[in-house]
């Protein structure tokens, strides 16, 4: 059975830094593209940060220099530490997981972040 499991979210002031983790069972985190998805109210998801099987990874402008998306096979967890936050990175954040990094098949059930100005 395959379940992805955020945590990690919170409340921080902006400038503040906070470690998203997403615990994953029924497959091995390096087989799958793996990605960290942000959605606020009213808009459509969004993918900020993936990692394909070949360990290319890639990061939209706005979370970039910002934010490291972290996949360690050991503990088949994915990461996102999230660094100098801003109130624009307030939003639901979910990881995803599919066979390619458009194709996303198993999904989390979020994570709330909530970046006080």
């Known amino acids: 059975q395959v379940d992805l499991v955020e945590s990690g979210g919170g409340s921080v002031e902006s400038g503040g830094s906070l470690r998203l983790s997403c615990a994953v069972s029924?497959?091995?985190?390096?087989?799958?593209?793996m990605s960290w998805f942000r959605q606020t109210p009213g808009q459509e998801r969004e993918a900020i940060a993936d990692?394909?099987?070949?360990?290319?990874?890639g990061y939209i402008d706005a979370v970039k220099g910002r934010f490291t998306i972290i996949q360690d096979n050991e503990k088949n967890t994915l990461y996102l530490q999230m660094n100098s936050l801003k109130s624009t990175d307030t939003a639901m954040y979910y990881c995803?997981?599919?066979?390619?990094?458009?194709?996303?098949?198993?999904w989390g059930h979020g994570t709330q972040v909530t970046v006080s100005s």
């Open positions: 995803a997981a599919g066979r390619r990094c458009y194709e996303f098949t198993y």
């Open positions: 029924g497959f091995t985190v390096g087989s799958h593209c």
């Open positions: 990692i394909d099987v070949d360990g290319m990874i």
